[in-house]
Antibody, heavy 123, light 108 residues
Framework: EVQLVQSGAEVKKPGESLKISCKGSGYSFTSYWIGWVRQMPGKGLEWMGIIYPGDSDTRYSPSFEGQVTISADKSISTAYLQWSSLKASDTAMYYC????????????????WGQGTLVTVSS | DIVLTQSPGTLSLSPGERATLSCRASQSVSSSYLAWYQHKPGQAPRLLIYGASSRATGIPDRFSGSGSGTDFTLTISRLEPEDFAVYYCQHYGSSPQTFGQGTKLEIK
């Protein structure tokens, strides 16, 4: 069974750093793009970016470029989303999701999804 | 970037009725690279439709997708109680692969 398991909820203060994770299992981790999606409280889904663990090719939404870093460690089948200095506005649920088919180009839908990681940033 | 606009924002219907959700793109979506997702509170989003009209594995046939170019539609032929949720469209033909703002399907 293909599964994405995300790290647990986090409570942080503004200015702190954070790295959340998404571990893939049940498939060839290096052959599928993985992406991150943000959902702020009461809002819709926002596409943040994607990474191809095979060669670490990464694409960001202009809205998130420079604000977060997406990375992957193929030796442990895990993708990451990290912040160097959190803001209160980073409070949100973050989902990882795998693209639906193995491909070099990221021309695929998201399926399956991780369970989500709630990040709360508050002083 | 391609902007996806979903309408209506909220749709109030009763079980057994037909639901028609619209997704309009600011420019043509190449090769019908469009997906639909269902999202319920406390759960991860679930893929319903990809390629504009192909149902994902395990999705009931009351869900159907259609459209091409800039206009796409998700139709739920006969609403079941478990279908009331928020629905998003997403294009994936180019980066960034944006989502629409969502349509909330609520019980009337």
């Amino acid at each position: 069974e293909v599964q994405l398991v995300q790290s647990g909820a986090e409570v942080k203060k503004p200015g702190e750093s954070l790295k959340i994770s998404c571990k893939g299992s049940g498939y060839s981790f290096t052959s599928y793009w993985i992406g991150w999606v943000r959902q702020m409280p009461g809002k819709g889904l926002e596409w943040m970016g994607i990474i191809y663990p095979g060669d670490s090719d990464t694409r960001y939404s202009p809205s998130f470029e420079g604000q977060v870093t997406i990375s992957a460690d193929k030796s442990i089948s895990t993708a990451y989303l990290q912040w160097s200095s959190l803001k209160a506005s980073d409070t949100a649920m973050y989902y990882c999701a795998r693209l639906g088919a193995a491909a070099i180009l990221p021309l695929n839908w998201f399926d399956p999804w991780g369970q989500g990681t709630l990040v709360t940033v508050s002083s | 970037d391609i902007v996806l606009t979903q309408s209506p924002g909220t749709l109030s219907l009763s079980p057994g009725e037909r639901a028609t959700l619209s997704c309009r793109a600011s420019q043509s979506v190449s090769s019908s690279y469009l997906a639909w997702y269902q999202h319920k509170p406390g759960q991860a989003p679930r893929l319903l439709i990809y390629g504009a009209s192909s149902r994902a594995t395990g999705i009931p046939d009351r869900f159907s997708g259609s459209g091409s170019g800039t206009d796409f539609t998700l139709t739920i032929s006969r609403l079941e109680p478990e279908d009331f949720a928020v629905y998003y469209c997403q294009h994936y033909g180019s980066s960034p692969q944006t989502f629409g703002q969502g349509t909330k399907l609520e019980i009337k």
